[in-house]
C-alpha cells in the first residue's frame, strides 16, 4: 500500500515562504497526478494546485497563482509546494493527494491517496 507524507508546515509571517514536501513511500506513483489541497479553519477543503507525470499539465488554483509553485521528482518520490508571499487567508492543512490512473489532473473525489496533512498558519 502506497502513502503519502508531507513535512515543512509551521508558523510564519505574513509575507514570507515555506516549502512543503510530499514524500511518497510503498509504491510508485510514477504516471499519476499529484495533487496538493488545503482545509482553511471551519470551512470545505479546496484545491491548490496538481501536476501530471512529465510535467504535461499543470493547473494552480486562482488564488494563488503566481505565489504557490508546484513540482514533482518521481526519482526522488517527491512533490512540492513552494509558496511565496504568504497571506493570512493562506492559513490552512494542506494535504498531498494522488490520482491514480488519471493523466492531466487531480479532481478531489477521485483522489485515491491522502497525507495526514500539515499545517500551516500565516499570522498577520
Known amino acids: 500500500q502506497g502513502q503519502l507524507v508531507e513535512s515543512g508546515g509551521g508558523a510564519v509571517q505574513a509575507g514570507e515562504s515555506l516549502l512543503l514536501t510530499c514524500t511518497a513511500s510503498?509504491?510508485?506513483?510514477?504516471?499519476?497526478?499529484m495533487a496538493w489541497y488545503r482545509q482553511p479553519p471551519g470551512k470545505a477543503r479546496e484545491f491548490v494546485a496538481d501536476?501530471?507525470?512529465?510535467?504535461?499539465?499543470?493547473r494552480v488554483a486562482l488564488s494563488v497563482k503566481d505565489r504557490f509553485f508546484i513540482s514533482r521528482d518521481d526519482a526522488k518520490g517527491a512533490m512540492w509546494l513552494q509558496m511565496n508571499s504568504l497571506k493570512p487567508e493562506d492559513t490552512a492543512v494542506y494535504f498531498c493527494?494522488?490520482?491514480?490512473?488519471?493523466?492531466?489532473?487531480?479532481?478531489?473525489?477521485?483522489?485515491?491517496?491522502w497525507g495526514q496533512g500539515t499545517q500551516v498558519t500565516v499570522l498577520s
Open positions: 493527494a494522488a490520482c491514480t490512473g488519471r493523466e492531466f489532473v487531480c479532481p478531489e473525489d477521485e483522489a485515491n491517496y
Open positions: 510503498g509504491r510508485t506513483f510514477i504516471g499519476d497526478v
Open positions: 501536476i501530471s507525470y512529465h510535467n504535461l499539465s499543470l
